[in-house]
């Protein structure tokens, strides 16, 4: 019988050690936490990423929380050397299917003696199929060609490219397009250019990824042999230009060529420049805008001008600006104080005036008045200033002298004479 119960004994001594051991631990984990806190500070670190781990073959589609905030408590000495590189944000949906999953945030510290607090504690992430397949290459002008000029239809270096992504929007995908503007392309064109993604109806699918990006391109450039593009220049007639007026500034029009349709034979034998009908500018004192029509030979009958039939032409006229001299005008005094003379020399001066051409042709010397103010000046000798005043628009006026010397004196008084 005794025999039989030494097994017992021996699980019993197994048990009881396993559990003072267990205890140990739990006694030795305690006394860790209580040194720990007693001794310990916080730190907190923001903008921790987080790692996502998923099974192959799953793509991530919403994820609103892509950073945490941990808060650490740790003795000082811990926390001076901790970095962010130390701490660990994990979230494990390894074995969890497309849809909506929300699992525990694991966050692990590589310093010992620091404990964790992370928030938020947990992650909710969406997670969709992923897709691949190949989409045809193909392209749209945006802006064609110069109407002398045909384009070719483009060559591309891949016909077909892989997009992948989620599976929803993959399967949005009919085609990579590729976008050409050729408005100023003359020469044959030869290019890397960028492939988009789009819907059926030409949309722009956002979300997946095209392999390769960027593509080879060739589109080959013809001239057309029924249009070229000829020079214009405006007729206009300056000799119909009033006198004293003048063209001054560039003169502009638009468009500066047009594009002329017509047979091979006849485009051969047009001018390198057509001409508009005149523009006669009798009567044109001010700047102006004007629409001529262009003039075709009469003898070339296939020809036709593209859209613009006429050209706008835009002129500036000024009055031409020159100089004149009026003499002997006479001297006025102004402001002379009561019982004050004043006796001056020259009595008459010049003006010479500067402005317009048409306004000075018609100044006459009535039309100035020369003036000395006197005002506030007592007897003695004086240099005073001669002011010229005009009643027209002219740009400036010279007085010739511009300083009259003007000697001021009182006034003789005549006694009065009694009646007998």
Do not use: C, K
């Amino acid at each position: 019988m005794m025999m039989q119960r030494r097994p017992n004994n021996r699980r019993q001594v197994l048990l009881s050690n396993a559990i003072w051991l267990l205890a140990s631990l739990l006694l030795s984990s305690f006394v860790w936490i209580i040194a720990v806190t007693e001794d310990a500070q916080e730190r907190r670190f923001t903008t921790l990423g987080v790692q996502v781990e998923f099974d192959d073959g799953l793509i991530i589609t919403d994820q609103p929380t892509r950073n945490v905030r941990v808060t650490v408590r740790a003795p000082q000495d811990v926390l001076g050397l901790l970095t962010s590189e130390d701490i660990v944000v994990q979230a494990d949906f390894t074995g969890l299917g497309p849809g909506t999953h929300t699992v525990e945030l694991d966050t692990d510290i590589s310093r010992r003696l620091a404990l964790a607090d992370t928030q938020p504690r947990q992650i909710t992430v969406t997670f969709e199929e992923q897709l691949a397949q190949q989409v045809n290459v193909t392209f749209e002008i945006t802006d064609p060609p110069p109407l002398d000029f045909d384009n070719g239809v483009p060559v591309f270096g891949e016909s077909q490219v892989m997009v992948s992504g989620p599976r929803s929007e993959v399967q949005e995908v009919v085609a990579a397009v590729a976008s050409f503007d050729l408005s100023d392309q003359q020469d044959t064109l030869e290019q890397l250019v960028r492939l988009t993604p789009v819907d059926v109806d030409g949309n722009v699918v956002d979300g997946v990824t095209l392999n390769p990006q960027n593509v080879t391109a060739t589109i080959e450039m013809r001239r057309r042999d029924d249009v070229i593009r000829v020079s214009v220049s405006p007729d206009i007639n300056f000799g119909t230009l009033q006198d004293g007026y003048v063209i001054s500034g560039p003169i502009l029009y638009d468009p500066p060529t047009v594009f002329v349709y017509g047979s091979p034979e006849d485009l051969a034998q047009i001018p390198s420049t057509l001409e508009t009908e005149q523009i006669d500018l009798t009567d044109r004192l001010d700047d102006f805008e004007v629409n001529v029509p262009i003039i075709l030979p009469e003898d070339l009958s296939s020809l036709r001008v593209n859209d613009e039939q006429s050209i706008n032409v835009s002129l500036i006229i000024d009055a031409q600006i020159t100089n004149r001299q009026l003499d002997d005008i006479p001297i006025v005094i102004t402001g002379l104080n009561n019982g004050l003379t004043a006796e001056f020399a020259p009595t008459e001066a010049s003006a010479v005036i500067t402005g317009a051409q048409p306004i000075l042709d018609d100044l006459q010397i009535e039309d100035i008045t020369i003036t000395l103010n006197l005002a506030g000046l007592g007897p003695g000798i004086h240099e005073v200033n001669a002011v010229a005043g005009i009643g027209m628009d002219v740009q400036s006026v010279a007085v010739l002298p511009p300083t009259i010397q003007v000697t001021i004196g009182d006034a003789e008084v005549t006694p009065a004479v009694e009646t007998p």
